[in-house]
């Protein structure tokens, strides 16, 4: 296939250069005669009688009729009628997105966690992306962004999931439609179908428009959904607009090779005098302008980058050698005034020896000889001093070499090495991919993340995801020790006794060792401090009704108490510092705001942590929601605020899952909580390492309440209590058993 310009005249002297050729001249005369059957439809000369074996269609910004001849490779044209039934569907998809949307925001009943956590759980890969999203809607905008106009599957198990039933008929509707073209794009292909088609593995589809980016992405993907049987690859390309003329052509197969040939030797004059766009002989591509033009483009982006890398690296040298060369040029110059001294010298040498004193003359000849001496040596000792300059520089880029090749084969080594620690805890697995332990059992860490690492135990031999909180070993515990030691300030008071202890170090590791042991948070609180000391970039985000601390500094929790007043209902506090937690905790304006609601995600708080947030909710008498999820909060903590919200009547939602440091212990303390608050609407005690027993005890105490109307639990229990407590039936309705 030739695209020239619409030059018609051009045909013509091509048919005259391929006649020059003996293998070639039946091909010429064929496109000869095409060129005159051309001019008889625009009525410049009289109709031939020859009948030619090309056609020849002009693709310019009217045509809306596809290609009559058979298509090589299994090619086929839409024209432009085609591309409003594409902008519909995309239209279809953008409006069904809009109102399933609205339907989940408006409809849901389920929180903003639960749905992130159903999405987090069903798409991983989505994870990132929800990390920020804070709202239904900003979770849903996720969702709709990683759908696709064929593939709306995130929308339809959301929906499931939530029981949105009025979502139901909307996406029949816009499934149908989908279906509607895919059946119109088969009879399509259907009517075209070349007689080799079923040989080719490749189908291209070629747009008689040029659609944006988005749009050739839908076209692409409802291509894809209407011909996914046929098990062929699919690509779709679009004409750009202007003025050309494609000649598909035919001949005996012997000939191609020889036409071939003669092509590549005529390529310069093609290109030149007939504007060549593009050249393609059987399957072989002799000359492509846009692809050359696209390569040369990119070869000219990376030597500027090459070119701008190696100025910046040369800018770099000519600095060091410049500062080298001043310092040479320095000591030269101290060599000269020296040279300078001797040659006056000898000039005073030489007058003095013109005296008739023999004796003089003697001394100063043989002084003369010595500082003659002395001028060479230095003058030596000048030349050396550069020659061992170029040296010297070219041995440290050599050094220096090395030394980064052993520093990244250190490093290296030290990624491979895997870690034995003992768990402080048993933990039994809630997630599919944990690993289950006993407390005291030895384990082989792989990875090490924030709060999950990856591991096996030297026991059972099984292999899975591990709660950080509940493993330690004695040599962290020496590190975090020194680390304590070595910062500049810390807040916790049991943290500065051991700092300001003048006893020995083995004492003030004893002491530290009592610590870790009387608070069980201890060691991830620390683990967290130590990151944030290697350097994290906190930030802070306000609105009109709230006030968002992510890994805040000391700085930056001063100035939020500094700024907040009663229109922020909302604090949430995540990935937070011991130092910044005690900061924003301990402020007692926080006594007095009209606050709402107050999130503590993922920030270890350790007993005076607790001490702050239970006087906050001692003195504030407006909170109605607490939420201390993911890794936040231990045993100690839960029974600390269970004893500071039974004389609680504001708070009506208490959220503590996620917290694998939650076990049997606190059992007793929320048994306790419910016999004797009446405030509490919501418990939530989803994904902690409570057992059986406790939660047994938990629902006993729930018949004496009657204000709780949802009790989330984790379904591995509910077997067993159903079972074992008798008067179940009478409190089920209250119970939520989460999967």
């Not at 509707?173 to 119109?184: A, I, N, P």
């Not at 962290?476 to 680390?483: G, R």
């Not at 939020?560 to 506090?573: E, P």
Request: charged content about 25%; some cysteine.
């Amino acid at each position: 296939m030739i695209a020239v310009s619409d030059d018609h005249g051009k045909l013509r002297s091509l048919g005259n250069i391929l006649m020059e050729l003996e293998e070639t001249k039946p091909l010429a005369q064929d496109i000869i005669n095409d060129y005159d059957k051309l001019l008889v439809s625009f009525g410049m000369v009289p109709k031939p009688s020859s009948v030619t074996t090309a056609v020849v269609t002009q693709f310019t910004s009217g045509t809306v009729n596809a290609v009559s001849s058979p298509k090589i490779n299994g090619d086929f044209y839409f024209n432009a009628a085609y591309q409003s039934k594409f902008d519909e569907i995309r239209g279809s998809f953008i409006i069904l997105c809009d109102e399933i949307v609205l339907l989940i925001s408006r409809q849901s009943k389920a929180s903003v966690a639960e749905v992130k956590s159903f999405i987090q759980r069903s798409f991983p890969e989505l994870s990132n992306e929800l990390s920020d999203a804070d709202s239904i809607e900003g979770i849903m905008n996720v969702a709709v962004k990683n759908c696709r106009v064929n593939n709306i599957s995130i929308l339809k198990m959301v929906t499931k999931r939530f029981k949105i039933t009025e979502a139901k008929p909307l996406i029949l509707q816009y499934e149908d439609e989908v279906k509607t073209l895919s059946e119109s794009l088969q009879d399509f292909l259907s009517q075209n179908q070349p007689k080799h088609f079923q040989n080719c593995k490749t189908i291209q589809f070629t747009l008689g428009w040029e659609p944006n980016e988005h749009s050739l992405d839908d076209i692409c993907n409802l291509l894809e959904e209407a011909f996914k049987e046929l098990n062929k690859r699919i690509i779709v390309r679009s004409i750009h607009r202007g003025n050309s003329i494609i000649i598909i052509c035919y001949g005996p197969h012997h000939l191609l090779a020889a036409l071939l040939l003669e092509a590549q030797d005529n390529l310069t004059v093609l290109m030149k005098e007939f504007s060549l766009i593009r050249l393609t002989i059987g399957h072989y591509t002799v000359y492509d302008k846009r692809i050359r033009c696209k390569v040369q483009d990119t070869v000219t982006v990376m030597n500027n980058e090459c070119l701008a890398e190696e100025i910046k690296l040369a800018d770099g040298e000519e600095q060091e050698l410049r500062t080298l060369l001043d310092y040479k040029e320095g000591s030269i110059f101290e060599e000269d005034k020296q040279l300078n001294i001797f040659k006056e010298r000898k000039d005073y040498i030489e007058r003095t020896l013109q005296t008739p004193e023999s004796k003089l003359k003697v001394k100063l000849l043989t002084r003369e000889k010595l500082i003659n001496k002395i001028f060479k040596s230095k003058k030596s000792e000048t030349q050396l001093f550069k020659n061992s300059f170029l040296i010297n520089k070219t041995g440290r880029e050599e050094e220096l070499v090395k030394y980064k090749k052993k520093i990244k084969l250190l490093q290296e080594q030290l990624m491979s090495q895997k870690t034995n620690i003992y768990t402080r805890y048993g933990y039994h697995g809630i997630w599919s991919d944990d690993l289950s332990f006993s407390e005291g059992e030895q384990l082989e860490i792989y990875k090490k993340g924030s709060f999950w690492w990856k591991g096996r135990s030297l026991v059972s031999d099984d292999e899975g995801s591990i709660p950080s909180s509940c493993v330690y070993s004695m040599l962290e515990s020496l590190q975090l020790l020194e680390f304590i030691l070595s910062v500049e300030e810390v807040s916790l008071p049991i943290l500065q006794k051991i700092r300001n202890d003048s006893s020995s170090n083995d004492e003030k590791a004893s002491l530290f060792l009592e610590t870790i042991n009387d608070d069980p948070i201890m060691i991830p609180a620390l683990r967290q401090d130590k990151k944030h000391d290697e350097g994290v970039t906190g930030r802070v985000s306000w609105d009109s009704d709230r006030v968002v601390l992510h890994s805040p500094s000391p700085v930056q929790s001063n100035e939020v108490i500094s700024n907040i007043n009663n229109n922020h209902k909302k604090i949430v506090l995540s990935d937070s510092s011991t130092n910044s937690t005690v900061s924003l905790l301990s402020s007692t304006k926080l006594h007095t705001l009209n606050l709402r609601k107050l999130v503590v995600q993922s920030t270890p708080l350790t007993n005076d942590c607790i001490q702050y947030l239970c006087i906050l909710l001692t003195n504030n008498e407006t909170i109605k929601e607490l939420i201390i999820i993911f890794h936040s909060i231990s045993d100690t903590g839960v029974s600390n605020i269970c004893q500071a919200l039974e004389h609680n009547s504001t708070l009506t939602s208490l959220y503590l899952y996620n917290n694998p440091l939650i076990t049997s212990t606190s059992g007793q303390a929320l048994s306790h909580l419910l016999l004797n608050n009446s405030s509490l609407v919501i418990l939530d005690l989803r994904y902690t390492a409570l057992s059986t027993e406790s939660i047994l005890l938990i629902l006993q105490s729930l018949m004496d309440n009657k204000s709780i109307t949802r009790l989330k639990l984790d379904n591995r229990h509910e077997k067993t209590c159903i079972n074992a407590y008798r008067k179940y039936y009478l409190i089920r309705d209250r119970v939520v058993w989460w999967y």
